[in-house]
């Protein structure tokens, strides 16, 4: 495992960002590439709102969601449970170092990780390596460039870069979407396509999240996060990344390619 900090933490807050996302609403750019019987990998998978989704694409292929905590994990399992989807486990395990053998996805899937981890190659690397030939990736994060929020003066920016630094600080980079094209061009995947969308965030789940993320390190920014949250007029919009690639075979003549 690595020591990366995953900056928006476990808090009730960030959970409950995480239990609204869906299939449709985070993965629908990638949904096109899902039949029934392909095997899929969602790396990062949180609480399995995403990834039962993209099992029940797939299913009866197998679907597994990896995760670094068990917590998590523990809820995706239960999620699978009570919607009788058993084509899908979860596990834990490290974007670095995959317990599976090569080649073993058809597609494979991360929403809302890249930005966090401090190599990104190295992780793509590994994606790349538990792809099939032909296999395709999906890749989606927030980008800080495409990010609006009112009003103005509220110092919720200034709170918003405070974020943004604690998350470098931890090896993250919440400019790296605009980033991923290029990464998966130069380490085994063609036909690139990069898009993206906007989401607008609930102003008084996003004030208390960034106000909990903040408290211990910066109490004036989280105090600024939680007044915000309780201005009529506040509004958070920001913009996802959403980038997928088909992997081409590895060889040695192909640089960036194998085991890092």
């Known amino acids: 495992m690595t020591s990366e900090r995953y900056a928006p933490g476990h808090s009730p807050a960030a959970l409950a960002f ?30 399995g709102t ?16 990896i995760d670094r905590e068990e917590e998590q994990l523990a809820r995706a399992r239960g999620l699978a449970e009570e919607q009788a989807l058993s084509s899908v486990t979860f ?67 200034e709170a918003t870069e405070r974020y943004r630094r604690l998350q470098a600080r931890g090896g993250g980079d919440y400019y790296r979407g605009r980033t991923l094209g290029r990464l998966l061009r130069e380490h085994g995947f063609t036909d690139v396509v990069m898009g993206a969308r906007a989401e607008v965030l609930e102003p008084s789940l996003t004030g208390l999240l960034f106000a909990e993320i903040l408290e211990a ?12 949250a309780r201005d009529p007029d506040a509004f958070f919009a920001q913009t996802w990344i959403e980038v997928t690639g088909i992997a081409v075979a590895a060889s040695t003549g192909t640089p960036g390619l194998g085991r890092a």
């Open 18 to 47: 995480m239990r609204v996302r869906s299939g449709a609403s985070h993965a629908a750019y990638f949904l096109p590439f899902l039949a029934p019987g392909q095997r899929l990998l969602d790396c990062g998978c949180g609480p």
């Open 50 to 65: 995403i990834t039962v989704d993209l099992a029940a694409a797939v299913a009866p292929g197998a679907a597994v969601g």
């Open 91 to 157: 596990q834990q395990g490290d974007v670095y170092d995959l317990p599976f053998e090569d080649a073993s996805f058809d597609r494979v899937f991360a929403n809302a990780l890249f930005e966090h981890v401090a190599d990104p190659v190295r992780a793509i690397i590994e994606l790349h390596r538990v792809l099939t030939p032909g296999g395709v990736i999906g890749l989606s994060v927030p980008d800080l460039g495409g990010l609006v929020i009112g009003p103005e003066e509220s110092g919720m920016g």
């Open 217 to 228: 390190t910066e109490p004036e920014a989280a105090a600024v996060a939680r007044a915000w």
